[in-house]
């Protein structure tokens, strides 16, 4: 069997670990004290299959059975985007990208209550739109990759990569040996392709910060869909009795613990409640994660080309959650070296070769 190591805890490399742990020896490796801490763990994560670039729409779709069929990590949810004056290019736009069906002022009103009728014009709504159980779903990953008899482990970075025939990973705990490295490592993808001596591919970490409200004038929220602004300028989503709220901002930054930007956080709030009729008076948390992004802005899976001892698992883009089942099977896949469901052409455009000049 081939030793595997993935660094990354997020879903990325426990969502891969999970389908490589029955055909090999796989090590996680977590550099945090818990897995998840990043990106992952603050995610406000959806599954609908009509959002992102063309890929990641084909990646979705082909979550579809895991999540919908085969499993219970989703409940309904729902998918709302409200225009203004001024907006019925962009609401059109939306519209046609996300398949939404336009419904009426009082239609959108029944199901979010405090929608201002006098500012919100044109509404559209999709019912195929589910919460995620992000953290069971990740927890049941970490429980396969255990019960196939690999490891999970946390607190550990890696100092050192070199290859040597095989990888010799040295952390601040103790020194690691695998046939194959997946990268899984979200905003340090690229930090960790050069530890190892892979050329990086130019991923770029981006802010998106998050504040909990109170439900809005005491409502009951529970059954709200999640609604957008328009070019998604900011959205509210219904979380544990609370409002989400977020600019929905792409703040190109570098790898860190992120914080929410507060100016930036303020705007959100107003343009959230530009559509309402309940004034934000409390904000009771807020927080930020990083959604790191290729160079063209899909995900990338595939063998290096200058090490193919050295597997890519990232750039999702904050799209992680509702393609895992897919990209994680892919990823397996080509690892593995079986036949792949995924259409060849969608293979290709995700593969990191695409970046070779």
């Known amino acids: 069997?081939?030793?595997?190591?993935?660094?990354?805890?997020?879903?990325a490399g426990l969502s891969v670990g999970a389908a490589l742990a029955p055909h090999a020896n796989v090590t996680l490796l977590e550099a945090e004290d818990a897995l998840a801490y990043h990106a992952s763990g603050r995610s406000m994560a959806l599954y609908e299959a009509n959002y992102g670039m063309d890929t990641t729409i084909a990646l979705a779709r082909a979550s579809g059975d895991f999540f919908i069929h085969d499993t219970d990590y989703l409940s309904p949810r729902g998918l709302m985007v409200l225009g203004k004056k001024g907006e019925e290019d962009a609401f059109s736009s939306d519209m046609k990208k996300m398949r939404?069906?336009?419904i009426t002022i009082d239609e959108a009103v029944a199901?979010?209550?405090?929608?201002?009728?006098?500012?919100?014009?044109?509404?559209?709504?999709?019912?195929?739109a589910w919460d995620i159980d992000t953290d069971r779903l990740m927890q049941?990953?970490?429980?396969?990759?255990r019960a196939n008899g690999g490891r999970v482990i946390c607190k550990t970075s890696a100092t050192e990569i070199r290859f040597e025939k095989r990888w010799i990973v040295t952390t601040n705990a103790e020194t690691y040996e695998a046939d194959l490295i997946v990268n899984a490592a979200g905003a340090w993808a690229d930090e960790v392709a050069t530890l190892a001596?892979?050329?990086p591919l130019g991923f770029t970490p981006c802010r998106r910060s998050v504040a909990r409200i109170p439900a809005p004038g005491g409502h009951d929220t529970t059954h709200w869909p999640m609604f957008f602004g328009v070019n998604e300028g900011w959205y509210a989503k219904p979380d544990a009795g609370s409002l989400c709220v977020s600019p929905a901002e792409e703040h190109p930054t570098t790898p860190h613990d992120a914080w929410a930007g507060d100016m930036v956080l303020a705007q959100g709030i107003s343009d959230y409640q530009d559509v309402v009729t309940e004034e934000v008076t409390r904000v009771q948390s807020n927080w930020a994660g990083l959604r790191t992004l290729s160079p063209d802005r899909h995900l990338v899976i595939g063998r290096a080309t200058?090490?193919?001892?050295?597997?890519?698992?990232?750039?999702?883009?904050g799209y992680g959650f509702f393609t895992s089942p897919a990209a994680s099977k892919l990823a397996a896949d080509l690892i593995l070296g079986r036949a792949s469901e995924m259409e060849s052409t969608i293979v290709e455009r995700l593969s990191p070769s695409r970046f070779d000049i």
């Open 306 to 317: 200058d090490n193919s001892a050295f597997f890519w698992l990232a750039g999702q883009g």
């Open 1 to 11: 069997m081939t030793d595997i190591i993935i660094i990354g805890g997020g879903i």
């Open 140 to 145: 049941d990953h970490a429980k396969a990759i």
């Open 111 to 128: 199901k979010v209550p405090i929608l201002n009728r006098d500012v919100v014009t044109h509404a559209a709504f999709q019912p195929d």
């Open 100 to 102: 939404l069906v336009q």
């Open 197 to 199: 001596g892979v050329a």
